[in-house]
């Protein structure tokens, strides 16, 4: 019996059934995979740390021995250690080390001692190097006690000019120990995380005027660290813990910070924590929390516009069933019966649909949010009580007659007016509160503070509904008085219709508001992003070194694809000196050709020539710190300046510098025996290769260096540092996919298709919620000889005002949310350093445009198909009326 009742009506319940399984699957899948994105943006942070703030690492506190036998060999500790961590952090590490050093120090390599500029060098006995190296020459450490013994890695062995046999001698403050090296080695994974803090480096020397010198760390068994550590009465005794980032998961974010706070306030005995992992997660915690509030507000928008479809659909249903439900009352059933009825009917189809929604979910990629459940139970149980309560609630009183509803619609009851006037009472409290504590204020997402933006929606929507019939009646009134009665009789039935149909149309309102809403944060972080990479990649691309020769620019611009290619100097530390007091600043300094550069820069720095005192752009603070003018020193030449203009951010900084002063290179008295150095180069053009500009930049370093110190680099890893290509559109990709910002996209990606389709739906399912009334009046008025034509005209006068005030009001909503609620956004964390400055895209607005006539096709084409069905025509004039 049931199922034949199913297969009767199983247009109406597949309806209900595919909008309960788009439910249950928009509950988990997008959570999932958003989830799973951020969990891998936590990761990819955590990767891109320097070991030295990733890793958890106790230090001795002590730096001196006492005597032989003084801070022994502590390995057997790392077990222990690692145990007592606070929760989680023993199961996230992934593996660790103990490591016992001397120095770096300033050393005699080979008996060559380098006074102005000492090579450094660590002696270092670290657990788990016999396995992470290979031996490729000579012997591993056998030390004694009266003889340390070291190997060295081929890459400090080429660099320092170390050969087996050689002595190296360590000069410490309090002492010297010489280690004799017995082998050469090579990495078996030179990326090892094992290797992270003892890579051959170049450091600055002690004094200013000299170049770099290198530090290089040999390795050496117990018994030559305990030598070394008596003979220079030094110790460096560590405990190194890798995490492992692949364990990581974003919900453990609060329970991970709070145990690295809790070993850095209660470290082992004579030990201190050092990492810097607790600030990189604090801070993507913070930043996640913002994303959380933009994904909470779409995600809610959206399943309350599924919400709202899921109630239009179980309405529909039971509108069809209306007069069957009549009958069975007047043979005595009861409201219960009806409404057990109809949910022993939706419990067949609704159900499975619901499980089958939740599995589809489930089989996205991602980790699952342990509050999916309630969704999926909520929205499962929706889609079966609701067309079972409509059924009962319509029950209650039968009709039979077919009476026209529309005919109350202008005296809506106190009750109703009352809920109403509550809903738009809710949703400014809620604005209010979501501007005064944000969405998220520390103790995850407000659930009512979340639906703020719902309901902001549906007060705009009851607002523009009880409002519009006015202007229709006086329209339907200058309608009359025309030729025709197509205009009037459409105009009449929306303005009678219009507050009728406010449920309807109220979840349309919500879906185009919610899709608005979208696009504008999506288009405010986008142009945000924008401004970002232009500050930092002013050009095409950026290379960048540590000094390139003079005519490496040239050489760039000869390549092929390379239109222009100007040389640009980033002085770190520049000293600046105020010429109305005697403040001595220490600024970013940037110098270039303003008049070659193409930079977005003031007319008086791109027009200026050689002069005695140049213009300059000083930023906010320095400039009221140091006055109108002063001095500044660039590469050992003091130059005097005058400020020009004042700005907030330049291009070719970046974002993060807040103290810094741009000088025009072109107005420099600059002497020809000593021209700048640049240390970037501003690349413009298409279709160069990025191998061919590093090469010939590499090229530029190595000559500067030669020029600088009379040595001659022929590998990478001997240059201070290999130069590096940044594209712009590179930059700009990277900013959407860092951290958190892959959810972000996401959140924008699948807001602005999922408002677009389920708007398109609640317009398809208000038509059909009323098409078998306008069916019956349209019938009647074609006995009276109203044309096909005429009728369809009937029905753009009636929907096109309806659709048109919804749209328009979800327009408005969705374009003031981002201005009600953007303190507790926080957009300013999505757009690099750049201030998050509200804007819409005009494709946006033409977007909606679309959206709108989309509706009204979609409405003539929902109508004219639920005619035909219908067939009230034909039924009509056979005198077979139907109710």
């Known amino acids: 019996m049931i199922m034949s009742r199913v297969r009767a009506f199983a247009a109406q319940l597949s309806l209900l059934a595919a909008l309960v399984a788009l439910a249950t699957f928009l509950s988990t899948g997008p959570g999932r995979f958003a989830n799973g994105t951020t969990d891998d943006g936590l990761r990819a942070d955590v990767a891109k740390l320097a070991d030295s703030s990733r890793d958890v690492t106790f230090s001795l506190i002590r730096d001196f021995v006492t005597g032989p036998g003084d801070a ?41 001692y380098l006074k102005n500029c000492p090579t450094l060098v660590a002696v270092r006995r670290q657990t788990g190097t016999d396995e992470a190296t290979r031996l490729v020459e000579g012997r591993r450490p056998a030390s004694t006690a009266t003889t340390a013994e070291a190997m060295v890695g081929s890459d400090e062995a080429k660099a320092l000019g170390i050969e087996l046999g050689d002595r190296v001698t360590l000069n410490a403050l309090s002492g010297s120990t010489t280690v004799t090296v017995v082998g050469r080695y090579e990495p078996v994974d030179a990326a090892a995380p094992i290797w992270a803090d003892m890579k051959l480096a170049r450091v600055a020397c002690p004094s200013a005027d000299e170049d770099t010198r290198y530090r290089a760390t040999l390795l050496t068994d117990v018994a030559g ?49 050092r990492s810097a992992v607790d600030t990189t997660l604090a801070e993507f915690d913070r930043r996640l929390r913002s994303v959380q509030s933009v994904l909470g507000v779409v995600r809610t928008g959206i399943l309350a516009t599924v919400a709202g479809l899921i109630l239009l659909a179980a309405r529909l249903a039971a509108d069809r069933r209306r007069n069957e439900y009549a009958l069975i009352r007047a043979r005595g059933g009861s409201v219960g019966a009806i409404g057990g009825r109809a949910l022993a009917e939706t419990l067949v189809v609704v159900l499975p649909a619901a499980v089958a929604g939740w599995l589809a979910g489930a089989a996205v990629p991602g980790r699952p949010d342990p509050q999916e459940w309630l969704l999926v139970a909520g929205f499962a149980l929706l889609g079966l009580l609701a067309p079972a309560a409509l059924a009962a609630a319509g029950a ?76 229709l009646r006086l329209a339907g009134r200058l309608a009359g008085r025309a030729r025709g009665a197509v205009a009037f009789l459409g105009l009449a039935g929306a303005g009678r219709g219009a507050a009728l149909r406010s449920w309807p149309l109220s979840v349309l309102v919500v879906a185009i508001a919610t899709g608005i809403f979208t696009g504008t944060v999506a288009t405010t972080v986008g142009h945000g992003r924008d401004r970002a990479a232009d500050l930092t990649v002013p050009a095409d691309a950026v290379v960048t070194g540590f000094s390139f020769a003079v005519d490496t620019p040239a050489r760039v611009a000869e390549l092929d694809g390379v239109d222009r290619a100007t040389p640009l100097l980033l002085v770190s530390a520049a ?130 260096t030669l020029k600088a110190t009379g040595q001659q680099v022929d590998d990478a890893f001997q240059l201070n540092m290999p130069a590096t290509v940044t594209t712009r559109a590179d930059y700009r990709a990277g900013l959407d996919e860092r951290g958190v910002d892959g959810v972000l996209s996401f959140t924008f990606t699948a807001g602005l298709a999922a408002s677009a389709a389920l708007a398109l739906l609640a317009v398809a399912l208000t038509v059909l919620a009323g098409a078998p009334a306008r069916g019956r009046t349209l019938s009647r008025l074609r006995t009276l000889g109203m044309s096909g034509g005429q009728g369809r005209r009937l029905l753009v006068f009636e929907l096109v005002p309806l659709l048109g005030v919804a749209v328009l009001a979800g327009a408005l909503a969705g374009a003031a949310l981002p201005a009600l609620i953007a303190p507790a956004l926080g957009l300013d964390d999505f757009t690099a350093g750049v201030p998050a400055e509200l804007s819409a895209d005009p494709i946006l607005a033409a977007g909606v445009l679309a959206v709108t006539v989309l509706a009204v096709v979609a409405a003539l084409v929902v109508e004219d198909v639920a005619n035909r069905r219908l067939r009230l025509g034909t039924v009509l004039r056979l005198g077979e009326e139907q109710s």
């Open 72 to 112: 022994p060999d502590e390995a057997g500790r790392l077990a222990e250690i690692r145990a007592a961590l606070p929760a989680p952090l023993p199961e996230l590490v992934e593996t660790g080390w103990f490591i016992d050093q001397v120095g770096p120090e300033n050393a005699a390599v080979g008996g060559v």
């Open 396 to 471: 209650r009183r039968p009709d039979f007659t077919g009476h026209r509803q529309d005919l109350a619609a202008s005296r809506p009851s106190p009750r109703r007016i009352t809920a109403e006037l509550f809903v738009i009472a809710l949703a400014a409290g809620g604005a209010y509160l979501v501007r005064l504590r944000g969405i998220d204020a520390g103790a995850g997402v407000d659930p009512y503070l979340v639906a703020v933006p719902v309901l902001l929606a549906v007060a705009a929507s009851l607002i523009a509904l009880r409002v519009v019939p006015f202007p």
């Open 225 to 273: 660290a305990a030598l070394a550590k008596f003979e220079t009465v030094q110790v460096k005794q560590s405990w190194r813990y890798r995490l492992d980032a692949q364990r990581l998961t974003a919900d453990r974010l609060t329970a991970l910070t709070a145990a690295v706070a809790e070993a850095r306030r209660h470290p082992p005995e004579q030990t201190a924590l």
């Open 575 to 704: 000293e600046v000196r105020s010429d109305a007091n005697p403040l001595i600043a220490q600024v970013q300094a940037m110098v270039v050709d303003a008049a070659a550069a193409g930079l977005d820069l003031p007319a008086a720095l791109s027009t200026a020539g050689p002069a005695d005192v140049v213009p300059v752009v000083a930023s906010p603070n320095l400039a009221e710190r140091i006055g109108s003018g002063g001095r500044v020193d660039i590469q050992g030449r003091r130059y005097a300046f005058r400020i020009a203009a004042v700005r907030d951010m330049v291009p070719g900084l970046g974002t993060a510098v807040r103290e810094f002063l741009v000088v025009p290179s072109q107005a420099l008295r600059i002497p020809d025996f000593q021209p700048l150095v640049p240390n970037r180069i501003l690349l413009d053009g298409s279709g160069w290769d990025a191998t061919e500009v590093r090469r010939v930049a590499d090229d530029g370093q190595r000559a500067q």
